[in-house]
Antibody
Framework: QVQLQESGPGLVKPSGTLSLTCAVS?????????WSWVRQPPGKGLEWIGE???????NYNPSLKSRVTISVDKSKNQFSLKLSSVTAADTAVYYC?????????????????WGQGTLVTVSS | EIVLTQSPGTLSLSPGERATLSCRAS???????LAWYQQKPGQAPRLLIY???SRATGIPDRFSGSGSGTDFTLTISRLEPEDFAVYYC?????????FGGGTKVEIK
């Protein structure tokens, strides 16, 4: 059973950089999956931040692309998120998740494993 | 970016009733790339449906998905007490992955 666990500071100062790590257990980060970050502001909906493949290939949400960096550490079986120049609008629960592929009549993609989420508050 | 609009925002129903949730896309979405999730307070989302109509492992058959193009539907045939939650649709394609704004299914 794959498990994901987010870790990192729960409080970040405005204009600073938010840094989170997602540790993957029960499976290899080098498997044929993409690894994503999704966030959810308090009381609001879900927003995809971006994803990484074990090769290091990344895709980012265009609305956040200028501030986001996602990296992978295969030796530690984990991946990380950095979000720079944060403001109060970046306050949210941050989830890491596995984005998997199944082929039915055609390839289909979905998030099948999620971390429990970690609340990051941006405040001075 | 494809925008997903979910309706209604809130659905007030009683246990045993049928729930019909809509997800409308701003442009055509491949059915293969449309999924539905359930989220309860304080929990991560849980995959219900992928490929627009395939149930995920362990999901009861009272949950079903349908649709194509720009209109997709999640149906819960008979609401159980544990089904009262928020439901999100999600698409993967073009330049970004996006989620709908969610439909809250609450007890009437």
């Amino acid at each position: 059973q794959v498990q994901l666990q987010e870790s990192g500071p729960g409080l970040v100062k405005p204009s600073g950089t938010l840094s989170l790590t997602c540790a993957v257990s029960g499976g290899s980060i080098s498997s044929s999956n993409w690894w994503s970050w999704v966030r959810q502001p308090p009381g609001k909906g879900l927003e995809w931040i971006g994803e990484i493949y074990h090769s290091g290939s990344t895709n980012y949400n265009p609305s956040l692309k200028s501030r986001v960096t996602i990296s992978v550490d295969k030796s530690k079986n984990q991946f990380s998120l950095k979000l720079s120049s944060v403001t109060a609008a970046d306050t949210a629960v941050y989830y890491c998740a596995r984005f998997s592929e199944t082929v039915i009549a055609a390839p289909t993609y979905y998030f099948d494993y999620w971390g429990q989420g970690t609340l990051v508050t941006v405040s001075s | 970016e494809i925008v997903l609009t979910q309706s209604p925002g809130t659905l007030s129903l009683s246990p045993g009733e049928r729930a019909t949730l809509s997800c409308r896309a701003s442009q055509s979405v491949s059915s293969s790339y449309l999924a539905w999730y359930q989220q309860k307070p304080g929990q991560a989302p849980r995959l219900l449906i992928y490929g627009a109509s395939s149930r995920a492992t362990g999901i009861p058959d009272r949950f079903s998905g349908s649709g194509s193009g720009t209109d997709f539907t999640l149906t819960i045939s008979r609401l159980e007490p544990e089904d009262f939650a928020v439901y999100y649709c999600q698409q993967y394609g073009s330049s970004a992955l996006t989620f709908g704004g969610g439909t809250k299914v609450e007890i009437k």
